[in-house]
């Protein structure tokens, strides 16, 4: 079975910190993304990667920043944390861009900034 | 553009019901077609796919049943569990979109 790991399950921040949150797939998938998921808002894709330093902006980009140095890890990067990205964080991983092939999502990272 | 229509919840039902939950996309060319469920606190399982036409998806008691002439993917169950209890996802990708695009999810609530 494919395996994501989020770094964390919940997650307490100030504003302006700088926010790393990190994600790692075992099965030498080759693309990545991280979604946010907000009441009402369904899930939304912020940065996707389709390999190694390979980066692509989703739909809601702004204030997030993106790093895949290794082909297993995908790192999410709030710049200056703002009360506005409290959400629930989702890091999903695939094999390759064949349209059949499904996303693998891990347990998610419950964020909050104060 | 490509897009995925889900009913909308929540979806209460009686423990033994049958399930029905609806999905209607648009998209160019012949998509795969993807449910997943979120339970309470989690992230997004797979549940069933299907990737051409009148191919049945099936997990865990769950089918749907991938309907060109309707672009259609309704999910259903038999017999729904109080476990059962989660939001649907239902999720489309083509080849002309390597992302995902998702319906909004519907809240299914299963009543003992």
């Known amino acids: 079975d494919v395996k994501v790991t989020q770094s964390s399950r919940y997650l307490v921040k100030r504003t302006g910190e700088k926010v790393f949150l990190e994600c790692v797939q075992d099965?030498?998938?080759?693309?990545m993304f991280w979604y946010r998921q907000d009441p009402g808002l369904g899930l939304r894709l912020i940065y996707f990667s389709y390999d190694v330093k390979m980066k692509e902006k989703g739909d809601i980009p702004e204030g997030y920043s993106v790093s895949r140095e290794k082909k297993e890890r995908f790192s999410l990067i709030l710049e200056s944390a703002s009360t506005n990205q409290t959400s629930m964080y989702l890091c999903?991983?695939?094999?390759?861009?064949?349209?059949?092939?499904?996303?693998?999502f891990g347990d998610g990272t419950r964020l909050s900034i104060l | 553009g490509d897009s995925v229509t889900q009913m909308e919840g929540p979806v209460t039902l009686s423990e033994e019901a049958f399930l029905t939950i609806n999905c209607t996309y648009t998209?160019?060319?012949?998509?795969?077609l993807f449910w997943y469920v979120q339970y309470p606190g989690e992230g997004l399982q797979l549940l069933l796919k299907?990737?051409?036409a009148d191919d049945k998806g099936s997990n865990k008691g769950f089918e749907a049943t991938y309907r060109k002439e309707t672009t259609s993917f309704h999910l259903e169950k038999g017999s729904v569990q109080v476990s059962d209890s989660a939001v649907y996802f239902c999720a489309l990708s083509s080849d002309s979109n390597y992302q995902l695009i998702w319906g909004a999810g519907t809240k299914l609530i299963i009543k003992p």
């Open positions: 998209a160019t060319g012949y998509p795969s």
């Open positions: 099965m030498d998938h080759e693309n």
């Open positions: 299907a990737t051409k």
């Open positions: 999903a991983s695939r094999r390759n861009r064949d349209s059949n092939q499904p996303q693998h």
